[in-house]
């Protein structure tokens, strides 16, 4: 029960630290719930029920994944523009063969390649919520989910320093300049923030909850009335589809605070998997984690600047498309405004929505893929 309610507390605490301390605003929700975790898993004479953790970890995510697509509008992906899709698709194209390749060079390496392949493609499609999502489904070993965890912290780190600092002089020597074509409406996205948590949104808040507990149970009722068990695989791809549906509901979209609700749930998830991460039992296997996650991520990000080179699509447009999958929609403002263009909020809010919802679709497959190509 303490350790239920700790994870519940510990993001609401980090946010809130995160708003008034500047050290923890730069490092961000995230870090600091993977952090609280950690620290809890290796603080001598503290015990970590492992059951309770896996438990919240698959709770949140099962959560979340409906949550944060309920405010997405699939009819905007459409108008996006012709080279912001292909920027989109080259980025999803990029992990999906970037992870591929890296897979089957360690397939020799650990048993779980393929799987470790499709949780990569899900959290370089569309973030967090996908990487676990895509884990759940094919029934990954907790200790992976760890390291797959922390390093993925520690690289997307590295490349968002990056972002916000050097990307856009550095691959503007190669990529073409931006051009406005078209005015878009900067759309404030705060995510991850205590300015949302308002007295009038609670209402809002709590149909959105209810309604992911709905769909959650009906995705349940559908793997048992089909399968005769709870398929983790068959209940999240169906939760990922009924969230994209809902969303085409202008009652569900006009729901205030669903995201930033789904984005405290992933919080819970951040400090749930920390806690997992009992150094002890994850060291012998991390070097080589640690490398498989660098190598996809540093593959994929330098195949999609390749490949929008040959498509001859303009710096910022490229960074801000690959924000959007890595990331999702919550890093869009501060890299947009460290890009100084404005224009790209929206659309990049959509990249990110879009990748939520291909994200467990796309790892879930690309790792069946490679299960029956490798034998």
């Known amino acids: 029960m303490t350790q239920a309610l700790l994870c519940l507390v510990t993001p609401a605490l980090a946010m809130w630290a995160c708003e008034r301390v500047k050290l923890f605003k730069v490092l961000g929700p995230v870090v600091l719930c993977y952090a609280a975790g950690i620290i809890a898993a290796n603080v001598p004479g503290v015990h970590v029920d492992q059951k309770v953790a896996m438990s919240l970890n698959e709770g949140s995510v099962a959560l979340a994944i409906p949550l944060l697509l309920f405010s997405s509008e699939l009819k905007k992906w459409a108008t996006l523009g012709w080279k912001l899709l ?17 897979a089957w060079l360690f397939r020799h390496q650990t048993d779980e390649w393929w799987k470790v392949a499709g949780m990569l493609v899900g959290v370089y499609v569309g973030g967090t919520a996908n990487m676990s999502a895509v884990g759940l489904a094919l029934e990954t070993r907790t200790e992976t989910f760890v390291v797959l965890s922390a ?23 190669v990529l073409k300049p931006f051009t406005l074509e078209a005015h878009h409406e900067l759309i404030e996205h705060p995510g991850e923030s205590l300015s949302v ?43 990922t589809a009924l969230g994209m549906l809902a969303s085409l509901l202008p009652q569900v979209r006009a729901l205030k605070g669903s995201y930033e609700l789904g984005e405290y749930i992933l919080l819970v998830f951040c400090v749930a998997v920390g806690s997992l991460a009992d150094v002890r039992q994850v060291a012998g296997g991390s070097a080589v984690l640690f490398g498989f996650v660098v190598a996809v991520m540093v593959t994929a990000i330098a195949l999609h600047m390749l490949l929008c080179w040959v498509f001859r699509i303009d710096v910022d447009t490229a960074l801000i498309s690959s924000t959007a999958t890595i990331y999702g929609p919550a890093f869009i403002g501060p890299v947009a405004a460290a890009l100084k263009n404005r224009a790209l909020v929206g659309p990049g809010l959509t990249m990110g929505l879009a990748g939520i919802a291909l994200g467990t679709w796309l ?4 790792a069946q893929v490679l299960k029956a190509w490798g034998g």
């Open 86 to 102: 292909l920027a989109f698709g080259l980025a999803c194209v990029s992990a999906v063969v970037a992870a591929g390749g890296v």
């Open 363 to 366: 790892g879930v497959a690309t």
């Open 151 to 173: 390093a993925d912290v520690v690289a997307g780190g590295a490349w968002l320093l990056v972002l916000l600092t050097v990307a856009q002089r550095l691959l503007g020597m």
């Open 197 to 239: 948590w308002t007295k009038k949104h609670i209402p809002h808040m709590v149909t959105s909850f209810t309604l992911a507990v709905a769909m959650a149970l009906v995705s349940v009722g559908l793997s048992v009335g089909v399968y005769g068990k709870m398929d983790v695989m068959v209940v999240l791809l169906t939760l």
